[in-house]
């Protein structure tokens, strides 16, 4: 009696480890040819299974149209392979389940035909040995490392405002910071709405000042203000607040520099007036957030209080750029 509890607990403690498993795999991808056959998708064995994996709630795909979510996360994908035998008294069918790696991550049970038709002999033994895993409670489990969410409104502006202070202080005469910081604060507290592109950076004002040569990149430029040293005392925390990174906009009129949004496989690509393809934007779990990619560089587009911007990565360096879209 009590190696048959013990069994049972070994069992139940493999089956929720199993579970587990296959939870934290979004994706299935199905080779159009397995090993074995001569043609693509012969007998069919390839749709059926792409159809049983998308009845158990996977998202799958053919391994000749994978999308970019798949290739920019391969890890979220299981690939299936099958392995099958023929005789004369029966076809067996086996489902191999592999990561990333090419580690087997879960086998099935062989499934058995003894029908005389090879395409129906095939289809009965893929279907039991699909049993194994209908029998798998699956809910698809993030992983948890997610990609860090945009800093909600009230840290960037309690950031900005920091800075702005820190400048104040260590520019200012002993004997006026505490105006200065009144006048700053002043100012700050009616930009308490959600932040732009062009005004998160105000952190960088104390740096932006200290720079006596212009920027090399647009991206990275500042207006600044040249106050005489007469007025410095006074109008010193107006031009703090009014130093910021300015977003490069991809022309001077939205009507001469708008792209157009055509529809592609898992989202849009942005073409131009020429027409010129300069985007391909891919849809993501979250609204108004794409992944982008182009020739140069790759990113992610989202729009911000009405407005859409292009944020990617040069040399090290963010940038933004501001894009005039339509849909």
Not at 73 to 101: I, P, Q
Not at 171 to 194: H, I, Y
Not at 319 to 326: A, D, S
Request: glycine share 4%.
């Amino acid at each position: 009696m009590k190696r048959i509890v013990l069994g049972v607990i070994f069992m139940l403690g493999l089956s929720f480890g199993l579970y587990a498993q296959l939870d934290k795999y979004k994706y299935v991808i199905v080779p159009v040819s397995f090993n074995g056959f001569k043609k693509d998708n012969q007998y069919k064995t390839s749709t059926l299974i792409k159809h049983l994996f998308t009845k158990k709630g996977f998202e799958v795909y053919y391994d000749n149209n994978i999308p970019f979510e798949i290739n920019a996360d391969r890890c979220s994908a299981v690939t299936v392979d099958l392995v099958h035998s023929s005789n004369m008294f029966y076809t067996g069918a086996t489902l191999v389940l592999k990561d990333c790696t090419s580690k087997e991550v879960y086998t099935t049970q062989e499934g058995k035909s003894k029908a005389k038709d090879v395409e129906k002999s095939y289809h009965e033994a893929i279907e039991g040995a699909f049993v194994s895993i209908m029998a798998i409670p699956y809910a698809y489990t993030p992983s948890k490392v997610m990609e860090q969410p945009l800093a909600k409104s009230s840290d960037v502006n309690n950031t900005r405002s920091t800075a702005v202070a820190g400048v104040e202080e260590q520019n200012m005469p002993s004997n006026e910071p505490e105006k200065a910081k009144e006048a700053v604060s002043s100012t700050v507290s009616t930009t308490n709405s959600e932040p732009t592109m062009s005004t998160v950076a105000v952190a960088d004002a104390s740096t932006a000042e200290q720079k006596t040569t212009p920027p090399s990149s647009p991206v990275q430029a500042r207006e600044t203000t040249a106050v005489p040293a007469a007025q410095a005392n006074t109008t010193k925390s107006t031009a703090v607040v009014a130093t910021s990174v300015a977003t490069v906009n991809m022309g001077s009129s939205p009507d001469q520099n708008t792209w157009y949004a055509q529809e592609i496989p898992n989202g849009y690509q942005l073409v131009d007036k020429s027409p010129k393809v300069r985007l391909k934007i891919y849809k993501t779990e979250t609204a108004d957030m794409y992944i982008a990619e182009s020739e140069e560089t790759n990113g992610v587009v989202y729009k911000r209080e009405g407005k859409w911007f292009f944020e990617y990565y040069e040399s090290g360096k963010k940038k933004v750029e501001e894009l005039f879209l339509k849909f």
